[in-house]
């Protein structure tokens, strides 16, 4: 039983890697326009390189900064939904071992830790990138 529990949370902690993969790879797939001329230079190569709508600013609304928090943070949120998961299937299947019981409330409860320090994470970057782009405009 602990081999297929084991089995399943490593096939669930797979999917958020594997969405976040996809995030980063979907914009790769995105052609240049209007780079035909190859003699512009090391900038004209990094401007035809570049996907349209991609963020030129470090703070700020569609940030570089902010999408990889952002992207971070869900990754962090998602893993702690997904052992809270785990924690309740744990739980339900222990059959009355006061060990496995034990062991399924702690995942349960560093589960809901893990979402409220994702979500407290969230608001002090929110707020540090907020500051910073006031005091820089």
Do not use: H, W
Request: hydrophobic share 50%; proline share 2%; net charge neutral.
């Amino acid at each position: 039983m602990k081999s297929f529990m084991r089995n399943v949370s490593k096939s669930l902690l797979l999917v958020p890697l594997l969405i976040a993969g996809i995030a980063f790879a979907a914009p790769a797939v995105v052609q240049a326009q209007g780079c035909d001329d190859v003699t512009s230079g090391i900038d004209g190569g990094a401007n035809c390189a570049k996907p349209s709508g991609a963020a030129e600013e470090l703070f700020g609304e569609n940030s570089i900064f902010q999408t990889v928090t952002n992207i971070l943070l869900f990754l962090i949120g998602a893993i702690s939904v997904i052992m809270l998961i785990i924690g309740g299937i744990r739980y339900v299947v222990s059959g009355g071992d006061q060990n496995a019981i034990t062991s399924a409330k702690n995942t349960i409860l560093y589960a809901i830790i893990g979402i409220v320090v994702a979500f407290l994470a969230f608001a002090a970057v929110r707020f540090v990138t907020e500051q910073l782009q006031k005091s820089t405009s």
